[in-house]
């Protein structure tokens, strides 16, 4: 008798031991002054340390609980957001009780990129002291991931959210806390952002690994990267930990701002950046907005480096990948510093296509003049462009940055002259023009705009 109250005992204190130290815990992005996706069916997911255990949430919004049992350590939950106002607040039960507030229904995008996403206002931008004075926007939250690097996925990331405050503000994105506040003042409601963004990167890294690994060309072009003490290069080591840990979270799009750190490998960056694109949509789920900024012109040191090359390997993807819009930066750039500081216009064009596309404002311009195409008449040739309907305009004294090539690909400065929403170009070298090129090189600057001020992409058409 004594032996089985001993026994009994001593599975008492074993039970009680266990439950003392386990626990119920979700990843960092599922927490206090989360924004989630309203109108959308949403995942809440977690980990127990108990075995098959019971996990049942309550949503505020919601008339009913609901419940899910404990597989191998993981539970999820599929639950429905609407698009009320209202502060709201999820209680997750099991052993113990965790509960998750302030919580708003709104607009969730996904900022990436490297240093001109990364870029702050504690870093200094065009009237970042006014934008941190009176950012005052309870409706807007960040969530910013601190970065790490990883050889294998993570289950999570670094972070929390935070409000959108003075005192917040400049630890942020510029460029995705401007967008964001251009989406929030537009559609008057929350909007939620998430910065996963690392200077100096290159594009691998943030590529499952795998896609680059098993592509003989992509392996290839990685290995021409320099390594950097600063930034990763190695590929899929921040997709592993900075976008891998976010796959249940639900967004409206993305936004995107790299490519200066491919200037050694530009002509991969055909490949590479449309195969982000597309990994990221299957791992994320659906046809996601994703909308990204043109290199800026800059005076790269190395020949080697071929920032033209990138800018119209970007072009290439918006023509190709649909549900894509490109910002263009010929215009607000800085030949001498590689992080222009005029953030503000970058945010507001970014916001034109989600505003335009995503939103469906049909009275909103969301891009400058794009090539369409071109008719050769005699020694002419005459230029079309898409988002110029209502005419071109030049700024500068004359319209610069055209060059024309026969079929020996020698170009030649052009004559270029705007009829309507047209180019007409022309070169006494050039008897049979057969190609254009149109602020095609490290520093070339926009002298063409729209009559809505947003500048002509550089383009090719060889």
Request: aromatic share 12%; with cysteine.
């Amino acid at each position: 008798m004594k032996y089985a109250i001993f026994n009994l005992q001593l599975l008492i204190s074993l039970h009680f031991t266990v439950y003392s130290n386990a626990s119920i815990w979700t990843p960092s992005i599922i927490s206090d002054n989360m924004v989630l996706q309203k109108n959308d069916t949403v995942k809440i997911w977690g980990w127990s340390t108990v075995p098959d255990e019971t996990i049942t949430i309550n949503c505020s919004w919601l008339e009913t609980p609901i419940s899910t049992k404990v597989h191998q350590g993981n539970w999820k939950i599929l639950v429905t957001t609407t698009n009320s106002k209202k502060k709201q607040t999820i209680t997750v039960s099991g052993h113990e009780q965790l509960v998750i507030e302030n919580i708003l229904f709104g607009e969730v995008w996904l900022a990436s990129g490297q240093s001109n996403m990364e870029w702050n206002g504690n870093l200094g931008y065009d009237d970042s002291e006014e934008e941190r004075k009176t950012a005052n926007y309870p409706e807007i939250r960040f969530f910013k991931i601190k970065n790490q690097q990883s050889k294998y996925p993570l289950n999570d990331v670094k972070g929390e959210w935070v409000v959108c405050s003075p005192k917040t503000v400049n630890d942020f994105s510029a460029v995705g806390y401007l967008f964001g506040k251009e989406i929030h003042k537009k559609l008057k409601g929350p909007v939620g952002l998430i910065q996963a963004a690392w200077g100096g990167t290159p594009i691998e890294p943030w590529i499952e690994a795998s896609l680059t690994l098993n592509n003989e060309y992509l392996l290839a072009e990685s290995k021409k990267l320099p390594e950097e003490v600063y930034a990763p290069e190695k590929p899929g080591v921040l997709f592993n930990s900075m976008i891998f840990p976010l796959k249940g979270f639900r967004f409206r799009g993305i936004i995107w701002y790299q490519g200066e750190s491919n200037v050694l490998n530009a002509e991969s960056y055909y490949k590479s950046f449309p195969l982000l694109i597309k990994s990221w949509r299957q791992h994320f789920g659906g046809d996601l907005p994703f909308y990204f900024v043109q290199i800026a012109p800059f005076t790269y040191w190395d020949p080697k480096q071929r920032s033209e090359i990138i800018r119209d390997a970007q072009l290439f993807a918006m023509k190709n990948i649909p549900n894509t819009g490109m910002v263009v930066t010929n215009d607000i750039g800085d030949l001498k510093d590689i992080h222009p500081r005029n953030k503000k216009e970058v945010a507001r064009r970014l916001s034109l296509w989600a505003i335009s596309k995503t939103y469906g404002f049909k009275d909103v311009v969301p891009s400058g003049p794009v090539y369409h195409s071109a008719n050769v008449t005699g020694n002419k040739i005459i230029v079309q462009f898409k988002f110029a309907e209502e005419g071109l305009i030049a700024k500068g004294e004359k319209l610069m940055g055209f060059e024309i090539a026969g079929a020996d690909k020698k170009y030649y400065p052009a004559r270029a002259k705007i009829k309507k929403n047209e180019i007409l170009l022309c070169s006494p070298k050039v008897r049979a023009p057969q190609f254009i090129r149109y602020a095609y090189s490290n520093i070339a600057e926009a002298s063409l705009f729209n009559t809505y001020g947003l500048p002509a992409s550089a383009f090719k058409t060889e």
